[in-house]
Antibody, heavy 120, light 107 residues
Framework: EVQLVESGGGLVKPGGSLRLSCAAS????????MNWVRQAPGKGLEWVSS????????YYADSVKGRFTISRDNAKNSLYLQMNSLRAEDTAVYYC?????????????WGQGTLVTVSS | DIQMTQSPSSLSASVGDRVTITCRAS??????LNWYQQKPGKAPKLLIY???SLQSGVPSRFSGSGSGTDFTLTISSLQPDDFATYYC?????????FGQGTKVEIK
């Protein structure tokens, strides 16, 4: 069974940093691109970042470019999101999501999410 | 960036109703359009991918259609478990965008 479990969320002050983790199991993690998607309270979904299976290709939404860094450790079946210079508008539930391998780039499995709150 | 416009933003319907949600892209995206269902406090769940392909395990009352800029999600006979928020999602040039969501409520 595919499982994605996020951790690392919490309360942080504006300008602070936080590192999110996503532990994957039930599939060959090293074969899949992975993504972070966030959802502000009461709002819709926003794609944040994507990383290819071997970390060769990395993409970010404009809203986080230069502040967030996505990475992965295939030996540990883990995905990460380093978030720096956090702003109030980064407050959201952050989901990790697996991307399909068939070229249509949909997200077929999602974690349960971890809440990040940026507030003084 | 490609913008996705969903309509309506909310609707009220009864069990057994046929429900249609539309999604329009600001430019052609071929069939790179997916649909997700989200219930309160839960992660999104993939329903339809590549505009019209039903994800494994999803009931056949869900269907998708369209290509280019105009897409539709149809629930043929609304069931109690279907009351949720639905999002379309496009993929283009290593960027993904979601529609603003359609909340389906009980009439």
């Amino acid at each position: 069974e595919v499982q994605l479990v996020e951790s690392g969320g919490g309360l942080v002050k504006p300008g602070g940093s936080l590192r999110l983790s996503c532990a994957a199991s039930g599939f060959t993690f090293s074969s899949y691109s992975m993504n972070w998607v966030r959802q502000a309270p009461g709002k819709g979904l926003e794609w944040v970042s994507s990383i290819s299976s071997s970390s060769s290709y990395i993409y970010y939404a404009d809203s986080v470019k230069g502040r967030f860094t996505i990475s992965r450790d295939n030996a540990k079946n883990s995905l990460y999101l380093q978030m720096n210079s956090l702003r109030a508008e980064d407050t959201a539930v952050y989901y990790c999501a697996r991307a399909s391998r068939d070229g249509y780039s949909y997200f077929d499995y999602w974690g349960q999410g971890t809440l990040v709150t940026v507030s003084s | 960036d490609i913008q996705m416009t969903q309509s309506p933003s909310s609707l009220s319907a009864s069990v057994g109703d046929r429900v249609t949600i539309t999604c329009r892209a600001s430019q052609s995206i071929s069939i790179y359009l997916n649909w997700y269902q989200q219930k309160p406090g839960k992660a999104p769940k993939l329903l339809i991918y590549a505009a019209s392909s039903l994800q494994s395990g999803v009931p056949s009352r869900f269907s998708g259609s369209g290509s280019g800029t105009d897409f539709t999600l149809t629930i043929s006979s609304l069931q109690p478990d279907d009351f949720a928020t639905y999002y379309c999602q496009q993929y283009n040039s290593y960027s993904w965008t979601f529609g603003q969501g359609t909340k389906v409520e009980i009439k």
